[in-house]
Every structure is written in structure tokens, then in C-alpha cells.
């Protein structure tokens, strides 16, 4: 698997990586783009290096998308990775037969799981409702993460179904690195590697 020190490296990697072994084709939305597919990337510092040149995300816009991250307010959108991470709806069925929905916290639940079992292997967030997502004219494109304390370090595995490496790349590391610093503060520990495994990477072809 390959390693970067910062998310500039594997930026720039991941798109010599979809321009030479990537195919075009065209998506469920009729846009092209070129695609590689199960592009696994670890990075070791996730917070170092930017602004990035090139990748059009200033300390601002960088910034804002973090705190939306960790929002778990629904800010208008079909939805949003805070308000799916912090707020996530679940489907509980009470002794007296009634259902009601209930809110979990899922980064604040695995940071008490962690606490209590500092080597768990269950510490898991999910963004995908199978109900909802399937069908939906947006759907989240990061699906999961996986918190690991492992040498007295923090590691974090994030899975997308799609992602737009050429775009986006760059913010949801830096994102993601600012969510795995919270957590790893709140644990008294420092961050590891952060690790995306994208199922379709790709940029597109304007």
C-alpha cells in the first residue's frame, strides 16, 4: 500500500495513478470522467502542508468544510457527513411495541468505546442509510470510517464509494485529519496514518 508523508504527495500521486492506468467512462449522471478503481492511499501527517497549490482549497474553505465535518446540524443539504457522523438516526423499538427515532453521537459513542476497550476493532461510524441512499439523487460518497488505537497512536481507515480525487481529495483530508486529531485529543493520544481506500477514484473530464 503505498505511503505519503503529506496529503500533497498522495494528491499528486493519486492523479498520475487515474491518468495512466484509469479508463473514461461515463457515470449514472451522463458526466465523464476517468476512473481507477479501489485506489488505497495512507498518508502519515494528514494536517501538514497546506494550502496545497493547485487543488483550489484555501486555509478558509478548508477551515469551513472541517467545521461542517463535525457539525451535527442538518444545514439544508440532502445531507451532510456531520449531521450523518453526529446525529446519526437509528430506528428504535421500545418495550411497549412503538417505534421512534433516537440521535447517536457515533464519534462521541467511539470515543467512549475506546476509553473503556483501547484495543477494540468495533469503532466504526457509517454515513450510508441502505433506505434512503439507494435511491437518492445525492448520496454520501464517503461511507465509513475506522478508529484504531494501535502503538498508543490513533489510525484511521475512511472508505468512499466515489470519490472526485481531482476536486476533492484535499479537503476531505485535511477534514478528516482535523476529525482524527479531535478524537485522538479526547483520548489523550496522538493521531497515526489516515488511510482512504476509494472504490472509484477519479476526476473529471472536462
Known amino acids: 500500500m503505498p505511503s505519503f508523508r503529506n496529503p500533497s504527495d498522495a494528491w499528486h500521486y493519486a492523479l498520475g495513478q487515474i491518468e495512466h492506468y484509469g479508463n ?98 468495533r469503532c466504526v461510524a457509517i454515513t450510508w442509510y441502505p433506505d434512503i441512499d439507494i435511491v437518492a439523487e445525492h448520496s454520501p460518497c464517503l461511507i465509513m470510517l475506522d478508529f484504531l488505537i494501535r502503538q498508543d497512536k490513533l489510525y484511521t481507515t475512511a472508505i468512499f464509494r466515489s470519490h472526485d480525487i481531482g476536486r476533492a481529495y484535499i479537503a476531505n483530508i485535511y477534514g478528516l485529519g482535523k476529525l482524527q486529531k479531535y478524537i485522538a485529543d479526547q483520548l489523550g493520544i496522538e493521531s497515526g496514518d489516515l488511510t482512504t481506500i476509494s472504490i472509484s477514484a477519479h476526476y473529471y473530464i472536462v
Open 24 to 121: 473514461n467512462i461515463i457515470t449514472e449522471d451522463g458526466q465523464l470522467i476517468r476512473e481507477l478503481l479501489n485506489l488505497s492511499l495512507t498518508i502519515k501527517y494528514p494536517l501538514e502542508g497546506y494550502p496545497v497549490k493547485g487543488s483550489g482549497w484555501d486555509i478558509a474553505a478548508l477551515d469551513l468544510y472541517a467545521e461542517q465535518l463535525m457539525n451535527p446540524e442538518n444545514t439544508g443539504f440532502d445531507y451532510t457527513y456531520g449531521n450523518r457522523l453526529r446525529a446519526h438516526e437509528c430506528i428504535f423499538d421500545d418495550p411497549e411495541d412503538c417505534l421512534s427515532v433516537i440521535e447517536w453521537d457515533q464519534i462521541e459513542i467511539i470515543i467512549g468505546k475506546l476509553k473503556r476497550q483501547p484495543t477494540s476493532r
